[in-house]
C-alpha cells in the first residue's frame, strides 16, 4: 500500500445533540475532525499508510486528538507539541431547509503559531508517495502559510505527488488573499479539488450559469474553466465535486474530473442522499476516496467513481470521520444502493 502523509489541523468539535440549536443545547457531542486528518482516517481505513502532520498543544485535550487518530491507525509520530491551545469548532446541524452553522474558535492555536522549524520534513517525505493538504490550513494564520508552503517544496524535493482541496472559508480569510496565497502555492499541486464555490473564490475562476441553491449545473462551465485551470496551472487532474442542495436534509451528490494528459471530461453518477445525517466531512471523504482510487491503480474515471460512492456513504454517519469499508464503497459504486440488512 502507498504512503500519504496529509498536514494541516485537527480540531476538537462540539456539536448539539439532535438538530437543536445552539441556544437550546445544554451539552455538546464531542468528537475530533478536520480537512487533512479526515483524509488521513479515510486512506488508513482503505488499507493505505496514512501520517498525519500537526501541531498541538502538549495537554491532555491534545493527547485526546492524537489519540483519536491512533484509534484509527493514522500515523502521528510526526507530530509536533507545543504551543497554547487546540482549536475548537461549534457545529450546529441544520435540518431541511435550516442551514448547518459552525462557529470557529481556533485563533492561536498550535498550528497557527507553528513554525516550519517544528517540522523535519525530509524526513516526513522519506519514502511517501502523496502528499494532500486543503486551503484550510494556509488560511488559519500567516505562519501557517508559510509552514504549508516549505512542507510542499519538501514534497518535490522528495518527487512526492502533491493534491489540494481548494476549500474555501470566508470565516478564515478573504477571496482577495485566498488568491494571492493559493495561486502562489498551485505551483507545487499536480491534483486540484475543489467545488464552484472554491474554484471561484480561491482562483478566480467561475464555472458557467451553475448555481448550486437552484439545482442548474452547467457542466459545460465546469469543463471550461478546467481548461483553464490545466493551462494556467498544469495541473494532472482538476475535480470537482458537485452538490445539489435541495435542502439541508436532502442533497444531489456527484463529481466531474478534467484529465491534462488525455483531454477528457468526465461526469460521475449522482447519488440522491436523503436524510443527510452529516454533512461535515462529506468533501474530506470525497477527496480521500478519490485519491484511494488513484493510489489503487484505478483509471481517473473509475477513483471518480470511488470518491463519489465514498462520500455519499460519509454523509451516512455522524462525525468527521468517514468509517466506511472498501466492500461498502466498491457495493456502492457498483450500484447497489438498496442499504438492505447485512445479515
Known amino acids: 500500500m502507498a504512503k500519504v502523509i496529509t498536514m494541516g489541523e485537527i480540531m476538537l468539535r462540539l456539536s448539539t445533540p439532535s438538530n437543536e440549536r445552539f441556544i437550546q443545547a445544554d451539552e455538546f457531542d464531542v468528537c475530533y475532525g478536520g480537512g487533512e486528518a479526515n483524509v488521513a482516517v479515510s486512506l488508513a481505513n482503505y488499507g493505505h499508510d496514512a501520517e498525519f ?6 495537554n491532555p485535550i491534545g493527547d485526546c486528538a492524537v489519540a483519536a487518530l491512533r484509534k484509527m491507525n493514522v500515523g502521528t509520530k510526526h507530530i509536533a507539541r507545543g504551543g497554547e491551545r487546540l482549536g475548537i469548532y461549534f457545529l450546529e446541524t441544520g435540518a431541511s431547509m435550516r442551514a448547518s452553522n459552525v462557529v470557529y474558535d481556533r485563533a492561536h492555536s498550535s498550528i497557527a503559531e507553528a513554525d516550519a522549524a517544528d517540522f523535519d520534513f525530509d524526513a516526513i517525505f ?34 512526492v505527488k502533491v493534491s489540494v482541496d481548494l476549500n474555501f472559508r470566508k470565516k478564515l480569510w478573504s477571496s482577495e488573499k485566498a488568491q494571492r496565497i493559493m495561486t502562489n502555492l498551485m505551483q507545487y499541486v499536480d491534483v486540484c479539488i475543489g467545488n464552484e464555490e472554491d474554484a471561484e473564490k480561491v482562483l478566480g475562476f467561475k464555472p458557467g450559469e451553475t448555481d448550486v441553491t437552484s439545482g442548474e449545473i452547467e457542466l459545460a462551465g465546469y469543463k471550461s474553466i ?19 442542495s435541495k435542502s439541508a436534509s436532502d ?3 456527484s463529481a466531474c474530473i478534467y484529465s491534462r494528459d488525455t483531454k ?3 461526469h460521475s453518477k449522482e447519488y440522491r442522499i436523503h436524510p443527510i445525517v452529516d454533512r461535515v466531512g462529506g468533501g474530506d471523504s470525497f477527496a480521500g476516496g478519490t485519491i484511494c482510487g488513484f493510489l489503487d491503480g484505478k483509471n481517473f474515471k473509475d477513483a471518480l467513481e470511488f470518491g463519489v460512492a465514498a462520500s455519499a456513504l460519509k ?3 455522524p462525525g468527521d470521520f468517514n468509517l466506511v469499508t472498501r466492500a461498502e464503497v466498491e457495493t456502492l459504486a457498483g450500484g447497489d444502493a438498496s442499504g438492505r440488512v447485512q445479515r
Request: proline fraction near 3%; charge should be negative.
Open 53 to 58: 502532520v500537526t501541531k498541538v498543544p502538549a
Open 126 to 159: 522519506e519514502g511517501a508517495d502523496w502528499f494532500h493538504f486543503t486551503g484550510i490550513t494556509p488560511a488559519v494564520s500567516d505562519k501557517a502559510a508559510e509552514v504549508t508552503e516549505a512542507a510542499l517544496k519538501a514534497a518535490k524535493k522528495h518527487g
Open 226 to 244: 478546467f481548461e483553464q485551470m490545466v493551462e494556467k496551472f498544469n495541473f494532472e487532474y482538476v475535480i470537482s465535486s458537485l452538490r445539489v
Open 251 to 253: 442533497n444531489g451528490w
Open 264 to 266: 477528457e471530461f468526465y
Open 315 to 317: 454523509h451516512t454517519i
